[in-house]
């Protein structure tokens, strides 16, 4: 580039910076000056003398943290729940994407791709409340099972059921984005590979497993290198709209005790250092997740 369409350049690109401008203070005012809020995990907070005047305890709040009964437990909920999400979420979308992919009829298929892709935009605000509705003791599918004479079971009151109804419900509401990005990666295959195969007698079913498949291995493994970073995120928006007291013990995850300990009981700085200590492991995850995503997939996010 000459040094005259350099400058050029240059002078046609501050409004564009100008336009990042906006973002990038909102981004800079509640995403980076709080981070100065970690201090509070190492003192001893008392609002009324606020964060610097406040009594410094060193490592004690993470010390307190690991002495308590239910952190065991509430770092088991986080990692079986989040895991049995990843699993189960991992196949559906593929198996959807597959079956629309076969599907011939284009308004059919862009119908069932709407369905599917809806429930991804609703906040879990609406759908927790839905789900309460249906599944309640005198909802419609306790109504449903009393046809055939079960007993009205307490789908989102009993720790037998309850991690069940999170997983299924997570898979419900996620899977139509996911099957998207597979039917928009299995649009690229190309065409010709499909026509070779037909020549060579393969059927629909031969086509997909020798073709289709393979053509969007590199996406399906990048998004499920992409995924270890949520290995510790539970779905706090999902669990606090639909958990209780009574599924405490099944269902009690990282966010949901942060939340408790800090907003309901007022101790700022244990609920600090348990953020601070999930924040960093999560950090570790992501870092190792997208260095395999370049590794394997050749994905890059600078």
């Avoid at 699993?87 to 599907?103: G, K, Y």
């Amino acid at each position: 580039m000459s040094s005259a369409a350099y400058t050029k350049s240059r002078k046609m690109g501050w409004q564009l910076h100008l336009m990042l401008l906006p973002g990038v203070l909102l981004i800079f005012i509640f995403s980076y000056i709080p981070i100065a809020g970690i201090v509070i995990a190492f003192k001893d907070f008392y609002p009324g003398l606020g964060i610097w005047r406040s009594p410094w305890v060193g490592l004690d709040n993470f010390r307190y943290m690991f002495m308590l009964p239910d952190t065991g437990q509430i770092l088991w909920n986080t990692l079986r729940i989040a895991i049995l999400k990843m699993i189960c979420n991992f196949p559906v979308p593929i198996i959807v994407a597959l079956m629309l992919n076969e599907v011939r009829a284009a308004g059919f298929k862009r119908a069932v791709q709407t369905i599917v892709y809806l429930p991804y935009f609703i906040s879990w605000v609406i759908l927790a409340g839905i789900i309460i509705d249906l599944f309640a003791r005198d909802g419609i599918i306790n109504q449903f099972l009393g046809l055939f004479g079960c007993e009205p079971i307490f789908f989102l009151g009993d720790n037998r059921y309850f991690t069940g109804m999170l997983v299924l419900t997570d898979v419900w509401k996620n899977f139509g984005y996911g099957t998207v990005v597979y039917l928009a990666a299995i649009t690229g295959v190309d065409s010709a590979l499909y026509e070779s195969a037909i020549i060579d007698g393969a059927n629909r079913w031969k086509q997909t497993l020798h073709i289709t498949l393979p053509s969007i291995a590199p996406i399906i493994m990048l998004l499920m290198i992409l995924n270890m970073g949520n290995v510790l995120n539970a779905g706090f928006d999902q669990i606090f709209n639909l958990y209780s007291p009574l599924v405490y013990e099944s269902a009690d995850i990282i966010d949901t005790f942060v939340y408790r300990i800090s907003m309901v009981e007022a101790n700022y700085s244990l609920g600090t250092a348990v953020g601070l200590l999930k924040s960093v492991v999560t950090f570790i995850l992501i870092t190792t997740s997208y260095a395999l995503a370049n590794k394997y997939s050749d994905y890059t996010v600078f």
